[in-house]
């Protein structure tokens, strides 16, 4: 277990960690694909009072070259997505659970090279707990995910949501606020970002800067659109009482298959990282070179998750080679039937009609360049195929 004298951290499930979210964090928004839902719990009352939703970036082409030097592959990295704590909680919590989730992480996921997570969405907003618990300060990028809405914080998410939810046919978005809401305010702010290297190897891809204070980087908020701009109302909201997130034997906290999992990790048995599909490479005639035990070990060999997912879905060239996911129990095939007309710069064509279009020249010269088995057309190398 790891624990303070406070707190301990454990797997929770994903539908406790959402509810949880749900009605703590700012957003209201849980993540519901993060990788890892890290429950933080009292001690003495055994009662679920954090949690911490670790995952990857919302955008699909992060670039994870923009914190370390280094290339390491997408499975080797988290980012806190979301964190709460319930508002009963002391005034270090945030830092004690914090510390807590990286030791969990460095104990059960040896694969987690680097940590990433943001902060500032707001005035005071600095990100005190990454600095109490030595994370590294990169600098910050523009945001216009935060609102207010009649007085109430609102991420950008939910405000699509109820958008998209409420709205009348044709109605655009300022017209939709003007009509349901007296105030409303779409804010640009920094967002300060902090990376935590696990890996002591990695080096930051600058020199990290000194945290940032309301002294050095101040206002944390740089524009802002009124959508409307009346009165904002007296909002009165029926008093709730804070629910109760128990640890109890009875309650299903854990899937099996966490379970599971979790006590191979604590045996200190091999974890496949990553997908757990093993992943086949095809020269270009279809013979097969090598078989990799799983996208990490294709990544370590210069290959990227989404390249090889593409290509293998597609029947595609990616890097000059074709590539076929299998699961972990199945033997590849030492051959794979290629059905293609031709393949120019490791793009594959299926029609005469497309390569006379890409390259400006007439069907009948590339049928005739394909009956003598031309090497080039128009300076490009090609690979002719059984279509």
Not at 56 to 66: A, T
Not at 93 to 111: D, R, T, V
Not at 226 to 232: E, M, T
Request: hydrophobic residues 35%; contains cysteine; charged residues 25%.
């Amino acid at each position: 277990m790891i624990s303070n004298k406070k707190y301990f951290v454990a797997l929770v499930n994903s539908s406790k960690a959402c509810q949880f979210t749900t009605y703590y964090h700012y957003s209201k928004q849980p993540f519901r694909q993060a990788k890892l839902n890290l429950g933080v719990f009292n001690k003495e009352t055994q009662q679920l009072v954090g949690v911490m939703q670790w995952g990857r970036s919302f955008s699909k082409d992060i670039k994870l070259e923009r914190y370390i030097k280094e290339d390491i592959d997408i499975n080797q990295y988290f980012e806190l997505n979301r964190f709460c704590m319930a508002e009963n909680e002391g005034k270090n919590s945030e830092s004690q659970a914090l510390s807590l989730g990286i030791k969990y992480i460095k104990k059960y996921h040896p694969e987690i090279k680097l940590l990433v997570s943001y902060s500032g969405r707001r005035e005071g907003k600095y990100g005190y707990i990454y600095q109490a618990t030595n994370w590294e300060y990169l600098g910050y990028f523009l945001s216009n995910a935060f609102w207010n809405i009649d007085g109430i914080e609102k991420h950008t998410l939910t405000v699509q949501q109820e958008f998209q939810k409420h709205k009348k046919a044709n109605e655009d978005l300022k017209s939709y606020l003007n009509r349901t809401h007296s105030y409303a305010v779409q804010t640009w702010t920094k967002q300060f970002i902090y990376i935590q290297r696990l890996d002591k190897h990695l080096s930051p891809a600058i020199d990290p800067l000194p945290y940032p204070k309301p002294s050095n980087e101040f206002p944390i908020k740089t524009k802002e659109i009124i959508y409307c701009n009346g009165a904002i109302p007296d909002i009165k909201t029926e008093e709730k009482e804070a629910p109760l997130f128990f640890f109890e034997e009875d309650e299903p906290l854990f899937t099996p298959h966490a379970l599971r999992r979790q006590a191979r990790r604590e045996r200190g048995e091999k974890i496949h990282i990553g997908t757990r599909n093993s992943v086949a490479q095809y020269d270009l005639s279809g013979k097969l070179e090598t078989t990799y035990l799983n996208m990490t070990e294709a990544a370590k060999a210069g290959y990227h998750y989404d390249g090889i997912k593409t290509a293998s879905k597609n029947n595609t060239v990616y890097k000059n080679k074709f590539f076929r996911l299998y699961p972990m129990n199945k033997i590849p095939l030492n051959n794979i039937e290629l059905n293609y007309f031709c393949i120019i710069n490791e793009k594959m064509f299926f029609k005469a009609k497309d390569v006379a279009e890409e390259f400006h020249i007439s069907r009948q010269a590339v049928y005739a360049s394909k009956k003598r088995q031309g090497k080039f057309i128009n300076g490009c190398a090609v690979i002719w195929g059984n279509l």
